[in-house]
């Protein structure tokens, strides 16, 4: 079964302090996507990354980098100078296809990790 | 651009009374939808999922049922709330994946954007 853990419950940081947040899956699937969130205090998920399982290529966007390690079965993210407006709870996630096996395509869900409150603190 | 509604956006409901949250999308055809339940403990439960008009899949028996009456819209009720039906209310939706899978095309087919929430407290 589809399984997401994201072992850090909480963290906190002092601003602009370098903060890794952990996600650790498991999925039978050979091809999957991972995913992370981000759920700041007004509770809209807004959509971060998305990395496929063929491309274990680290990925970085100003701020933000993503560490995919396929061998330990991990996808971290790590924020660097962190800052207040970055204290939120962020979530990653593991597609799921909703018919496996369909020699047509797989529309997808996702299977969420419980989630980590990072809290930057000035 | 698509954009994704819920209202109401928090309502304070009694035990036992009927529950109707509503969730539409603008700027998209043919989407995925879904409604997900952030309980305290901030875990996300995908509640409900749909493909297409009046195609409705559960994924946890509960208290709660799902409708999708329009393309873009979907709906999400209960004849009668319970306690435990309080929590944080997300719907999404993602485009639908109609054609052949190639190891690059099918990515685009899984993001999840959500809407605002609508926050649900029965007493």
């Known amino acids: 079964a589809q399984k997401v853990t994201q072992a850090q419950t909480e963290i906190s940081v002092v601003e602009k302090e370098d903060v890794t947040l952990d996600c650790v899956y498991e999925t039978r699937d050979t091809t999957y996507y991972l995913f992370w969130y981000k759920q700041p205090p007004s509770g809209e998920l807004v959509f971060l990354i998305r990395r496929n399982s063929f491309d274990e290529q680290n990925e970085i966007s100003g701020r933000y980098s993503w560490n995919f390690q396929k061998s330990t079965s991990s996808f971290n993210f790590t924020i660097t100078a962190s800052q207040v407006v970055d204290s939120a709870v962020y979530f990653c996630?593991?597609?799921?296809?909703?018919?496996?096996?369909?020699?047509?395509?797989?529309?997808?869900?996702?299977?969420f990790g419980k989630g980590t409150l990072l809290t930057v603190n000035p | 651009s698509q954009t994704i509604h819920q209202w109401p956006a928090t309502l304070v409901q009694p035990v036992g009374s009927p529950l109707s949250l509503e969730c539409t999308v603008e700027?998209?055809?043919?989407?995925?939808l879904y409604w997900y339940r952030q309980a305290a403990g901030r875990g996300l439960q995908l509640l409900f999922y749909?493909?297409?008009?009046?195609?409705i899949s559960s994924e946890v028996p509960q208290n709660l049922s799902a409708s999708r009456p329009q393309d873009r819209q979907f709906i999400l009720s209960s004849k009668k709330l319970l306690l435990s039906d309080s929590g944080f209310y997300l719907c999404?939706?993602?485009?639908?994946?109609?054609?052949?899978?190639?190891?690059?095309?099918?990515?685009?087919?899984?993001?999840?954007?959500f809407g605002p929430g609508t926050r649900l407290t029965v007493l």
């Open positions: 749909s493909v297409g008009i009046g195609q």
């Open positions: 996630a593991l597609s799921e296809p909703f018919l496996r096996n369909s020699l047509r395509g797989s529309n997808y869900k996702l299977t």
């Open positions: 999404a939706w993602s485009v639908r994946y109609q054609g052949a899978a190639t190891s690059g095309s099918a990515s685009s087919y899984n993001e999840q954007f």
């Open positions: 700027g998209t055809s043919n989407p995925n």
